[in-house]
């Protein structure tokens, strides 16, 4: 069973930045998927960023903007958040997956992660 507890989030102006941590722990770290998804009021969540060992994706509305990595021996993924939009406001999930391939989060919605964070809420003003 693997516990994923995010941190980071806060209320930030347009045009700023913010990083978020997601640390793991009760499983092999290095032997999962991780990924980043995000759900703003009244919408279904979305996939953002997913990261192998080195291959990384992105929705096209962060790409450019925002950069996925992970430290695997601080059983950490990471999301640096740059020129953020106040079209970025959502609660951030991060997300670990054992057997789907990174690539295919973004088809597979909410059935691409096998273990979720609590989230945490990213609030972009204008």
């Known amino acids: 069973q693997v516990q994923l507890v995010e941190s980071g989030g806060g209320l930030v102006q347009a045009g700023g930045s913010l990083r978020l941590s997601c640390a793991a722990s009760?499983?092999?770290?290095?032997?999962?998927?991780m990924g980043w998804f995000r759900q703003a009021p009244g919408k279904e969540r979305e996939f953002v960023a997913t990261?192998?060992?080195?291959?990384?994706y992105y929705a096209d509305s962060v790409k450019g903007r925002f950069t996925i990595s992970r430290d695997n021996a601080k059983n950490t993924v990471y999301l640096q958040m740059n020129s953020l939009k106040p079209e970025d406001t959502a609660v951030y999930y991060c997300?670990?997956?054992?057997?789907?391939?990174?690539?295919?989060?973004?088809?597979?919605?909410?059935?691409?992660?096998?273990?979720w964070g609590q989230g945490t809420q990213v609030t972009v003003s204008s």
């Open positions: 997300a670990a997956a054992y057997r789907q391939a990174p690539s295919t989060a973004q088809a597979l919605g909410i059935k691409w992660s096998d273990y």
């Open positions: 990261i192998a060992w080195s291959s990384t």
């Open positions: 009760g499983g092999t770290f290095s032997g999962y998927n």
